[in-house]
């Protein structure tokens, strides 16, 4: 028997795949009425970040997604063959009008190089994240990005991306240095595993760099808060 694999997401956390999975089937996927949009907050916030997740975010993301919706998987294309007439899924309709459907539990059992990489590359920012927000609430009164709501603590505001989006800063980087599989990953004790942080002092410099040049951090909400 295999070892569960939790997802943890920086919205949420689950104990395994299969709850993710379950989860999202129930509390979106069959929660919203057919053509309807994905509104709760946390809702959102989690199929953004499995989104990102997905080794195909870029693509899905395109020039920018608008919002999440409920459609049957049927009209997706090249698949009216492939499931039943009456299924349900999650699409994603981008700023420019354009709809796709996609599938989010692909998106969680996605494992492998890219998803060690991008976990590597946003652990590496953890003192740059904390002190993005703690200087935007040093200025003044912080407003969620995305609602204009006042956020009322440090503690209440999560880092987020605008464009690019995460998946396309983190592919954009990876494009410099040579591909995926050119980004070596350590988990701190010298000893090259999956995960934990870039191996290369190099590379992690140029990582540090290309985000503060071309990343556009914005301080949102925490769903439920």
Request: hydrophobic residues 40%; aromatic residues 8%; neutral net charge.
């Amino acid at each position: 028997m295999g070892v569960a694999k939790p997802v943890n997401l920086p919205s949420k956390s689950f104990p395994t795949r299969a709850a993710a999975k379950a989860w999202v089937r129930d509390e979106i996927k069959d929660h919203y009425s057919l053509e309807s949009v994905v509104a709760d907050p946390l809702h959102v916030a989690v199929l953004l970040d499995l989104l990102e997740r997905d080794d195909d975010a870029v693509d899905k993301v395109g020039v920018g997604v608008k919002e999440f919706f409920i459609r049957r998987t049927a009209l997706g294309k090249g698949r009216v063959q492939h499931v039943k007439h009456d299924a349900r899924g999650v699409w994603i309709r981008r700023v420019d009008g354009t709809e796709e459907d996609w599938s989010y539990t692909s998106a969680i059992d996605q494992e492998g190089r890219q998803s060690d990489v991008k976990e590597a590359l946003r652990a590496v920012l953890d003192e740059d994240r904390v002190r993005f927000r703690e200087e935007a609430f040093a200025a003044g009164p912080v407003r969620c990005a995305r609602t204009g709501e006042l956020i009322p603590s440090r503690d209440d505001a999560e880092v987020r991306y605008g464009n690019p989006s995460w998946a396309q800063l983190t592919a954009g980087f990876v494009e410099t240095q040579g591909g995926w599989d050119a980004i070596e990953l350590t988990a701190g004790d010298g000893q090259v595993q999956i995960g934990g942080d870039l191996a290369d002092a190099g590379q992690r410099r140029a990582w540090k760099s290309y985000w503060e040049r071309y990343a556009r951090p914005l301080l949102v909400k925490k769903p439920g808060r």
